[in-house]
């Protein structure tokens, strides 16, 4: 039995990010960090840019290890927020996925463009 069809447009846009990923921005990586999370890392002059996208909503869940609300597996969610400061190192470079502290600890170019590096 074949899956649903929305299961099928999911992994495909998935597989198209990552590829697009890949081929034009040879500087990106898309990382696995639990069972159904992924994040992506951007290497740039300044230091590992973060995108947590749902592996940490809100900075308050990577930065006190307070998991998001819904969650398959909390050893490996607390382990990707190991996983994120690490990659992140010193310059701390994460963008949360939906915290519009976001906004505040970045430079705003003009506004809904903000300048991560």
């Avoid at 099928?8 to 696995?32: F, H, K, Q, Y």
Wanted: charged share 20%; proline share 6%.
């Amino acid at each position: 039995m074949d899956p649903p069809d929305k299961y099928n447009r999911r992994m495909t846009r998935r597989l198209s990010l990552a590829l697009l990923a890949a081929l034009v921005l040879p500087a990106c990586e898309s990382r696995d960090v639990t069972t159904d999370l992924k994040i992506v890392t951007v290497q740039t002059a300044r230091g590992t840019v973060v995108l947590t996208s749902d592996a940490a909503h809100f900075y308050k869940n990577v930065e006190t290890y307070q998991p998001v609300q819904i969650i398959t597996n909390l050893p490996e969610m607390l382990a990707a927020f190991d996983t994120i400061h690490a990659l992140a190192g010193a310059e701390k470079l994460i963008v949360a996925g939906h915290d519009p502290l976001v906004n505040e600890r970045f430079t705003t170019v003009e506004p809904g463009i903000i300048k991560i590096v």
